[in-house]
């Protein structure tokens, strides 16, 4: 067993819930074992593809991407659609502002 799924195994066992982050090349091993998984920048870095199997095992897929990497909001909201991720724009240095693509889909249904 993998080191990773014995920590889900823990978590489990406790009642806890528990994630993967940045670990979506992992993701077939260790989809049975963690509930969601966090991935950063996969939009830029075009790596999103690789969170599949957690979609598949309804299982969310949570993407934050980074303005200093050039990353709009309408990109992110847009591709993010596409890959069936729940994504939020943020800034490297993770401090309060966020633009989560939620808040413009209810913009959009707003008009």
């Known amino acids: ?26 993701a077939a091993e260790l989809v049975g074992d963690f509930d969601w998984i966090l991935v950063e920048s996969c939009l830029a870095e075009g790596w999103c593809g690789l969170t599949a199997l957690f979609r598949r095992a309804g299982k969310p897929v949570f993407a934050i991407e980074y303005v200093e990497r ?12 596409r890959f069936g991720l729940s994504a939020q724009l943020k800034r490297r240095e993770l ?13 959009t249904i707003g008009r």
Request: some cysteine.
């Open 1 to 26: 067993m993998l080191p990773l799924a014995c920590r889900s195994h823990q978590a489990h066992a406790r009642g806890l819930a528990i994630g993967l982050k940045n670990d979506a090349e992992q």
């Open 70 to 81: 050039g990353m709009t909001e309408a990109r992110v909201c847009r591709e993010a659609r």
């Open 95 to 107: 401090d309060a502002w966020s633009r989560p693509c939620w808040r413009v889909r209810a913009q």
